[in-house]
């Protein structure tokens, strides 16, 4: 017989009705009882809310009651009953409950109150049985599934670009090594070397720091791509915004300018996050609550006068600002904190870069609004961007979005041969190496771009979460990979 027969609570709460014959399966959240009942919340998962079980002790065994305890695991066999108290209109009076999995109250970490968020980390394969957690992780899914669907439903195809890989052109970061030689005793070159043509693939190979470069060979035989999958990066920067594994969300599109790319990039970002407000209004909620809670924390004037939700509608119904490089240097230069000194980087000569500190300036207090910056100095941005008419700049946006600073990097790409061997020939990329992505520009060439969206930025985004370590469920961070 399968074992398989419960309701799961979100469809149960929506169903509900007396004397309806119900198996629910779960966790214990908590339990309150006396000599003449016990009432416990369980929860599944399936949804923030728990469900009500209501023992009699007269049915129930005491010792069974005494094993359920937070964390423990239940199968309850029940009737559903109207409820006698406040917060729930239905429970379940419960016939029969076996007891899955015990959980010794002493010992199981995650109680019923407060825990910080760092007790939670170091506990990460126990703290998705809590309410704030289950919550972003289901958000995190509906954004995830809204990804598929946008692109799909513009007739865009999912890709898997390759998790290791040779080229390290990218420049995005230092890289993740990929070998299966012995670390003790590798093979040397004559020069003293390791000799990676020994090695697995016969060559150094890496994990991919972006699938971009593998998109674009695809943008230009299906018109319209995207992959979505793991990137890496060994950068050492422990900050909030930054993890060692990160998804990334790559849209590369055939025939498409500078202006087309920015048009999807914000359709594109709207559009997830409104399907997240849609679609997880419960968690939401719970989430908001808890993000207010937080900001109360906070020095009164870094404290936001919006809630979470209020924060996610406005970027859905106001349009994201658009501006270049040079007249966002101009905005800093001329603001206040850069008068006053107040910036660790002062606003110097065109061609700096921005600074995290700058891009928040811009977003959180002179916008206030998600900034589309494009047409960046040539120097600071990759070989692969389409170069400007002015000799000085290239067709790059970087999407800044408030609280999170750069959510997305894109550009439209450099399809000329001629301005792509030179520019690469100017920053000493091996042209030999790149043979493969050289041969797009050979072969049917067409003005196309493409964007990357940091997916746990944007989870950070609509859950409210300052940590990014806090978006995924197991972080991969400079020191951190126990899970
Ligand atoms: P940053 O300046 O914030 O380090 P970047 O310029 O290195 O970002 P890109 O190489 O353009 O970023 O990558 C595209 C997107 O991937 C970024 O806009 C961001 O959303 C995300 N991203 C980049 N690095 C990380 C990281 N280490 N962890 C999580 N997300 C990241
Ligand atoms: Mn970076």
């Not at 007739?155 to 670390?183: K, N, Q």
């Not at 060979?217 to 793991?230: E, K």
């Not at 119904?317 to 850069?338: H, M, V």
């Not at 960046?376 to 400007?388: E, G, L, V, W």
Request: with cysteine; hydrophobic share 35%; charged share 25%.
């Amino acid at each position: 017989m399968a074992f398989n027969n419960r309701t799961k609570i979100n469809l149960l709460l929506e169903s509900a009705k007396t004397d309806d014959q119900v198996t629910l399966m779960g966790w214990v959240r908590t339990k309150r009882s006396n000599k003449n009942v016990a009432f416990i919340a369980l929860n599944d998962g399936s949804c923030i809310q728990n469900f009500q079980v209501v023992a009699d002790p007269q049915n129930i065994p005491e010792e069974i009651l005494k094993k359920v305890n937070t964390g423990a695991c239940l199968k309850v066999n029940g009737k559903i009953v109207p409820s006698q108290g406040s917060g729930q209109s239905s429970e379940l009076l419960a016939d029969e409950i076996i007891v899955l999995g015990e959980a010794d109250p002493e010992k199981f970490p995650i109680q019923p109150k407060r825990h910080t968020m760092e007790f939670l980390r170091e506990n990460a394969h126990l703290r998705i049985r809590t309410n704030t957690f289950s919550a972003i992780f289901r958000v995190r899914h509906n954004l995830a599934f809204a990804v598929h669907q946008f692109f799909h439903n513009k007739g865009f195809f999912y890709i898997h670009s390759p998790i290791i890989t040779a080229s390290d052109a990218e420049g995005a970061g230092e890289m993740f090594r990929v070998t299966t030689l012995d670390p003790k005793n590798p093979p040397l070159t004559p020069e003293g070397k390791v000799d990676y043509s020994q090695d697995f693939f016969e060559r150094e190979t890496n994990l991919t720091v972006s699938g971009q470069l593998e998109g674009e060979l695809a943008a230009l035989a299906l018109s319209d791509i995207y992959t979505f999958g793991p990137t890496f990066r060994a950068e050492n920067s422990n900050t909030t915004r930054h993890l060692a594994e990160f998804w990334m969300i790559e849209p590369e599109m055939a025939f498409y300018d500078a202006e087309d790319n920015q048009n999807l990039a914000e359709e594109f970002l709207k559009y997830i996050i409104s399907f997240a407000l849609t679609n997880c209004g419960n968690d939401l909620e719970f989430l908001a609550n808890r993000a207010s809670e937080e900001e109360k924390t906070k020095k009164a004037d870094q404290r936001s006068d919006m809630t979470l939700i209020e924060k996610l509608n406005f970027v859905v119904e106001n349009k994201f600002i658009r501006i270049t490089y040079t007249e966002a240097l101009d905005i800093l230069r001329q603001s206040t904190p850069n008068k006053k000194k107040k910036f660790t980087y002062p606003i110097e000569d065109w061609g700096m870069d921005l600074q995290s500190e700058h891009e928040r300036y811009l977003v959180e207090k002179h916008f206030n609004k998600p900034v589309i910056i494009t047409d960046y100095p040539k120097a600071i941005k990759s070989f692969y961007m389409k170069q400007n008419d002015d000799g000085k700049t290239v067709a790059a946006m970087d999407i800044l979005f408030p609280g999170i600073g750069e959510i997305v990097g894109g550009s439209q790409r450099e399809e000329r041969l001629d301005k792509l061997e030179e520019r690469m020939e100017e920053l000493q990329i091996s042209r030999e190496e790149m043979w493969w992505y050289l041969d797009t520009r050979r072969f049917g060439t067409t003005p196309h771009s493409g964007f990357g969206l940091g997916f746990e930025r944007m989870v950070q985004f609509v859950t409210g979460m300052a940590n990014i370590r806090d978006v995924i469920p197991f972080p991969r961070t400079p020191g951190n990979a126990e899970f």
